[in-house]
């Protein structure tokens, strides 16, 4: 292809994306970020510089983050011993200080930094900065009955108004899943559920879940199985049959729950392929899976 033709392609991506962009412009966008996109540099890189695009076309995302994979190997080097009960990490005294610190000051500060380098405009904050989050403290449903799993909780209520105003002053909200919980005390909430219940809060146009998958496959292992669009009708089948399983439960419950709550629509998308999160919202048939009423 010869330089001008490159040009002039690149051109036509612009006007492509244009409707959307136009659509899109001024409605908020939740992004949940965490999974292997956050392990490799190139990766990261490329999801913080599609977030740091949207916003510099008016479109406003907020990033709500995980961290599992950090929390990990801190948790292994302080030689605190770790296990889950139903998915969730039991958080106790110990593990919790780990958690907080970790999402906090290693993870959350990191993403603003980043961002920033890459010009755009941010701000991190602790989900129980201001009671943005208030919790109460969740118990896991076992054939025992009802396991106490610590400072773990689930989520009561989300305080918009702090998010709004760093949205209007063209901030991007970086949130760490920390609730604020009884007695005063951190929580840790998670992330999947976390972004779902803000994305709702907020009347979120879009929730976007950037994980380490294509999206729903109606075939394990099979790229070609991808389902691009699952009504919300039609989850309940899919997990029923073992499509959705393990930890893709949590983000496709979060979808749900986000769609009957009154975001438009929700989105599974593989943060490893390059300007993914872009092919999605900007295209019309895009790559990952969509999740809608």
């Known amino acids: 292809m010869k330089p001008l033709e490159k040009f002039i392609e690149k051109a036509s991506i612009l006007i492509e994306a244009l409707p959307y962009i136009q659509r899109f412009r001024e409605k908020i966008v939740v992004v949940k970020y965490g999974g292997s996109t956050m392990k490799d540099k190139i990766d990261k890189d490329t999801v913080l510089n599609d977030i740091v695009f949207l916003s510099s076309v008016g479109i406003r995302p907020v990033i709500v983050h995980g961290g599992g994979p ?6 292994k080097k302080q ?3 770790t296990h889950r009960v139903n998915g969730l990490r039991v958080t106790d005294t110990a593990t919790m200080e780990v958690v907080e610190s970790v999402l906090v000051n290693q993870v959350n500060a990191g993403i603003v930094e980043e961002i920033q380098a890459l010009g755009g405009r941010a701000r991190g ?47 991007i909200p970086v949130i760490a899943p920390i609730g604020l919980g009884p007695g005063g005390h951190s929580f840790n909430v998670n992330a999947d559920t976390a972004a779902g219940r803000f994305a709702a809060a907020l009347s979120a146009e879009k929730l976007v879940f950037l994980t380490d998958v294509l999206g729903i496959l109606r075939r394990h292992d099979d790229p070609k199985s991808l389902m691009s669009s699952v009504s919300v009708e039609e989850v309940g089948d899919l997990m029923e049959n073992g499509v959705i399983n393990g930890g893709m439960i949590p983000k496709i419950q979060a979808c749900v729950d986000a769609v009957e709550t009154g975001v438009s629509k ?13 092919l999605e919202i900007f295209t019309r048939d895009g790559i990952g899976t969509e999740i809608t009423e």
């Open 70 to 75: 950090a929390i990990n190997k801190e948790l």
């Open 79 to 81: 030689g605190v011993e």
């Open 125 to 171: 904050l602790s989900a129980k900065d201001y009671g943005i989050m208030r919790v109460s403290k969740h118990f896991a449903n076992t054939s025992d009955g009802d396991v106490d799993i610590g400072f773990v909780g689930d989520v009561d209520s989300i305080e918009i108004n702090p998010l709004l105003g760093l949205l209007r002053d063209g901030f």
């Open 266 to 278: 929700t989105h599974i998308v593989s943060g490893c392929i390059p300007h993914s999160m872009l």
